[in-house]
């Protein structure tokens, strides 16, 4: 079964940190870029990084300045979201997805979403 599991949310003080880790199963992950995203409820769902399969990061929202890193280990069929200074505004769930490429839309393969909520 093609699956993506997000991990690592949670609740966390203004300026703290987490890390969002994002597994794969069920296809090739060496071979698809990965994206995270955030929702809040009644908003759109936002960019807030790409990487692709070779690990260039290709994008980061203009909300992150600075304070989040995309990474991936292939042999752990991971992606992380390393996530410091973070404000209140931060609170969302996040999701990670993946797609041959990154693009602004379309993303054929879905996790289920991390809630990370950050108190001030």
């Known amino acids: 079964e093609v699956q993506l599991a997000e991990s690592g949310g949670g609740l966390v003080q203004a300026g703290g940190s987490l890390k969002l880790s994002c597994i794969a199963s069920?296809?090739?992950?060496?071979?698809?870029?990965i994206g995270w995203f955030r929702q809040v409820p009644g908003m759109e769902r936002e960019g807030v990084s790409c990487?692709?399969?070779?690990?260039?990061?290709?994008y980061y929202g203009d909300f992150v300045q600075g304070r989040f890193t995309i990474s991936r280990d292939n042999a752990k069929n991971t992606a992380y979201l390393q996530m410091n200074s973070l404000k209140p505004e931060d609170t969302a769930v996040y999701y990670c997805?993946?797609?041959?490429?990154?693009?602004?839309?379309?993303?054929?393969?879905w996790g289920q979403g991390t809630q990370v909520t950050v108190s001030s």
């Open positions: 997805a993946a797609d041959t490429h990154c693009t602004a839309y379309g993303w054929s393969i």
């Open positions: 990487i692709d399969s070779s690990a260039y990061i290709l």
């Open positions: 069920g296809f090739t992950f060496d071979d698809y870029a």
